[in-house]
């Protein structure tokens, strides 16, 4: 079966610290692959997205995830986290980018 | 562009009662998506709309109903409410076809007393 895992429910770290937020996926071919961030009291807005080609992402405000496809993952990092990148992510697979299944989400805190 | 927009924001209702969430689009997307978000679980969804005229279940079906009004339009009712429903619901609509993301709208948050 399809599913998502976000090993981290809960992390913390400080403003410009490093971050890396961990996505493990079981599929059953090469997925499409999507982070999305929600703040709080807010909808889901994309930050990256991986359909083929470079396994090493951008997307926007500084993130980046990197698919790895012997380990079934797709973690998302950022060199330096800001304060405003307290939010609560989530990591999607799909076989097609219109059905799609979310992880649990990890909320990220973010302390000065 | 509004984007994907969602009414009400908030909403509270008693065991049995019926509603309808609305949700709208401008982006003359063709498809559109119901999603229910609870602690700890993520996003499940709920039903989908390929195309103006099809809907089809998701994961999490059982108590809704959903009606594809027009290309704009996607309305998902709880016809007796119970406290399991209570969850904050996401609209959500794509283009079309594959390569595309999903766009959410802000939700709604629904309490089931």
């Known amino acids: 079966a399809q599913s998502v895992t976000q090993p981290d429910i809960h992390i913390t770290v400080s403003e410009g610290a490093s971050l890396e937020l961990r996505c493990n996926y079981s599929?059953?071919?090469?997925?499409?692959l999507f982070w999305y961030v929600q703040s709080p009291g807010q909808g889901l807005q994309l930050l990256l997205k991986?359909?083929?080609?470079?396994?090493l992402v951008q997307g926007i405000k500084g993130f980046e995830a990197e698919f790895k496809r012997s380990q079934s993952s797709f973690n998302l990092r950022k060199p330096s986290v800001h304060w405003s990148d307290a939010a609560e992510y989530f990591c999607?697979?799909?076989?097609?980018?219109?059905?799609?299944?979310f992880g649990t989400g990890t909320r990220l805190q973010v302390f000065p | 562009n509004a984007g994907v927009t969602q009414t009400p924001k908030f909403q509270v209702l008693k065991t049995g009662q019926s509603m309808t969430l609305q949700c709208a689009q401008d982006?003359?997307?063709?498809?559109m998506y119901w999603y229910r978000q609870d602690p700890g679980m993520g996003l499940r969804l709920i039903y989908y709309?390929?195309?103006?005229?099809?809907?089809d279940k998701g994961e999490v079906p059982n108590g809704y109903n959903v009606s594809r009004l027009n290309k704009r339009e996607f309305s998902l009712r709880l016809e007796s409410a119970a406290p399991s429903q209570t969850s904050v619901y996401f609209c959500?609509?794509?283009?079309?076809?594959?390569?595309?993301?999903?766009?959410f709208g802000p939700g709604t948050r629904l309490t089931v007393t």
């Open positions: 999607a697979v799909g076989d097609r980018a219109d059905k799609l299944i």
């Open positions: 599929y059953g071919a090469t997925p499409y």
């Open positions: 991986y359909f083929s080609g470079d396994t």
């Open positions: 982006m003359n997307h063709n498809s």
């Open positions: 709309s390929a195309s103006e005229g099809t809907t």
């Open positions: 959500a609509s794509i283009p079309g076809g594959t390569l595309y993301e999903q766009y």
